[in-house]
Nanobody, 125 residues
Framework: QVQLVESGGGLVQAGGSLRLSCAASGRTFSSYTMAWFRQAPGKEREFVSSISKSGGSTYYADSVKGRFTNSRDNAKNTVYLQMNSLKPEDTAVYYC??????????????????WGQGTQVTVSS
């Protein structure tokens, strides 16, 4: 099992930046595909980005491509989401997710077994 704790959310003006972190427990962090999802009020949870176990492959939703960067540090059991050029439509609760048995390109929330509690990101216009 793995426990996930997100941090780094907050309130930022449009065009600003935030860096989210997701710290994982356990000694097998490098065995997990990691992903970021987000959920805005009244909307379904949507895929943002995922990263392979080694960090060598990353995948992004079209809506964030070129603005967000997903990375991981397996020595620190942490995955990061650098968010630049933020827009009001990026406002949501951001969740970190993990699974040991799926491909890094997986974008379906139900395929991920482990979830963090979420961190709020609010972008003002």
């Amino acid at each position: 099992q793995v426990q996930l704790v997100e941090s780094g959310g907050g309130l930022v003006q449009a065009g600003g930046s935030l860096r989210l972190s997701c710290a994982a427990s356990g000694r097998t962090f490098s065995s997990y595909t990691m992903a970021w999802f987000r959920q805005a009020p009244g909307k379904e949870r949507e895929f943002v980005s995922s990263i392979s176990k080694s960090g060598g492959s990353t995948y992004y939703a079209d809506s964030v491509k070129g603005r967000f960067t997903n990375s991981r540090d397996n020595a620190k059991n942490t995955v990061y989401l650098q968010m630049n050029s933020l827009k009001p439509e990026d406002t949501a609760v951001y969740y970190c997710a993990a699974d040991a048995y799926i491909l890094a390109a997986t974008r379906t929330p139900s395929r991920y077994d482990y979830w963090g509690q979420g961190t709020q990101v609010t972008v003002s216009s």
